[in-house]
């Protein structure tokens, strides 16, 4: 599998970046004009292929065992870093909690972490011991993207050094494409998306796909775009060059300092 650190580190066209993999993905608009969703099957989850996919507005989401689904909902769930306002009840746990958040420190876990069984990104609840759509191919996928310098998390730490919260997904020039977040400790997750916020305000991110709205998404500010209002403005947001998230770039942050200016403390490369 190639090396695709170089995308990270120049500036790369959006026709570069969708023709990274060995495959032609059909137009969502034109193959799908109804927004059912589903726009292509088949291929596979090289990192390239999902490079390529992700810069034209496709993720993959299918179950195990079955062919891999390619999908652009109509419409689209996003979220605007700089519109994002915590609420007043989470503004006055992060006083309370001694909690940090830290960045790419546990991808691992975090992955393995939402993997577990709980809900479905509808936000449905699944029978007790059924796998969630993230089964091994998924994360296999998105470790190698990890260590690609693609796919990140944000951990949340309670102040005995445990994991309770976190999320992951892909950076690709200024727009992030979240993938999926957990907790075991009440709003953990609510933090990390807070400090994913922050962390792509201050690195100059200015969107976050969500992809599909549910009810916790939307209690955060989540919003939602026709998809061809969301597919015109990501040639644009994938060509921008941002503030790389590196592994080793920032000190744990603790949740009380959220709310400062430019909390995370960021090596601009």
Known sequence: MGNFSQYNNEHITPETLKSLGRYDFPDPL???????????????????????AYAQGLFPWFNEDEPIAWWCPEPRCVM????????KSLRKQAIRERWQLTLNQAFDDVIHACSLPRSDRLN?????GEHTWIHEEMIEAYTELHAQGFAHSIEVWNDKGQLIGGLYGLKI??????ESMFHIASNASKFAFWGLMRLCEQSHVALVDCQLPNE????????????ADFLTQLDLLTANSTVKWQN????????SLLDTIEPWQLILK
């Open 248 to 255: 080793n770039s920032h000190k744990p942050l603790a949740v």
């Open 216 to 227: 916790h998404l939307m209690s955060l500010g989540a919003t939602t775009l026709p998809r």
């Open 80 to 87: 605007v870093p700089t519109n994002y306002k915590p609420s």
């Open 30 to 52: 034109t193959v799908d004009p109804d927004g059912i969703g589903i726009v292509a099957v088949g291929g596979d989850l090289a990192a390239e292929t999902l490079i390529s």
């Open 173 to 178: 020039g200024s727009i992030y494409f979240g």
């Open 124 to 128: 449905n609840e699944q029978p007790e």
